[in-house]
């Protein structure tokens, strides 16, 4: 039985990890073509449907009951500025530095948590994340010249994922992800009609194709969730969160191939030490618990 579990929890992580490859890759595709805006509505717009049938099939008649209101509130906030600062540093920046910005998220979730979740932060832990900070710095190469915009939003991005990360903490004591979910992508969905609505101009127009990819988005971003809320089921979360960092040399490789994008050897060396201190992070997370 736990062989089976460790299979399921596994194949699921590693789905979910590919997933989050394709979104970006979409995100980026569609970069040149379309607004930011224009891409943030169709992609919570064709996330609702398959979140909707999974969360009544999984709730029945309490798919949309949720414990902690302001909560949940803070979690949209968050939610939207985290997906539109990742979205905007994959345009802006090679999908592989984009993505280890963003990945370097836990870094700062640990320098959060003694002020927001009143956790106790260990020497191990404070090492790693000096070091997470270094590879950060190396990543973006701050004092080179200029920073550019990229590098400004994929640390907001991992900023704001940060925040998220700790507001999903306090939801899950009490509220089922896969609502959380679905309140959160319709949210979306009005948030984005609202600015359009507001301003025109941000909404694209669009072909077949790039409908196409559109509604891809949309759908892969929902059974990404799905597959990451399954995924906590059978394995532990340090497990599951190591196996992310999967997502780093992948989408530099498919950034490469695919984009025709290079990351200098400075940048891959800081993607190792980001790499290496979120395990240390994880592993600390597990022993403490």
């Not at 699921?12 to 394709?22: D, N, Q, R």
């Not at 910005?101 to 000096?130: D, H, N």
């Not at 896969?178 to 948030?191: E, P, T």
Request: charged share 10%; with cysteine.
């Amino acid at each position: 039985m736990d062989n089976y579990r460790a299979i399921v929890g596994i194949t699921c992580t590693l789905t979910a990890v590919i997933l989050g490859l394709v979104t970006g890759m979409l995100v980026k595709k569609i970069g040149n073509d379309v607004t930011v805006i224009t891409t943030l509505f169709y992609r919570f717009l064709f996330s609702v449907p398959l979140l909707l049938v999974f969360a009544i099939i999984a709730r029945k008649s309490h798919f949309l009951r949720i414990e902690q209101k302001k909560t949940l509130l803070l979690r949209i906030i968050f939610g939207m500025s985290g997906i539109s600062f990742w979205f905007l540093a994959v345009r802006s920046m090679p999908l592989g530095q984009a993505t280890t910005l963003f990945q370097s998220s836990v870094i700062f979730v640990t320098l959060l948590s003694p002020f927001l979740l009143s956790e106790k932060v260990g020497r191990f832990r404070w090492t790693a994340v000096v070091t997470g900070l270094v590879g950060i710095i190396i990543v973006t190469d701050p004092f080179s010249s200029a920073i550019s915009i990229g590098v400004i939003y994929g640390i907001l991005a991992a900023f704001s994922g940060a925040i998220l990360a700790i507001l999903l903490r306090r939801l899950g004591r009490s509220d089922k992800p896969i609502s959380v979910a679905l309140w959160y992508n319709f949210s979306g969905v009005l948030i984005m009609a609202v600015v359009i609505l507001l301003i025109p101009k941000q909404l694209s127009n669009i072909n077949d194709q790039i409908l196409t990819d559109l509604i891809l988005l949309g759908g892969v971003a929902s059974i990404l969730q799905i597959f990451f809320t399954t995924a906590y089921k059978y394995l532990d979360a340090v497990v599951v969160s190591s196996m992310r960092y999967i997502q780093i040399p992948l989408s530099g490789l498919a950034g490469y191939i695919i984009f025709s994008e290079h990351m200098s050897l400075n940048q891959m060396l800081g993607a190792v030490i980001i790499i290496g201190s979120c395990l240390v992070i994880a592993w600390r997370e597990f022993v403490k618990s």
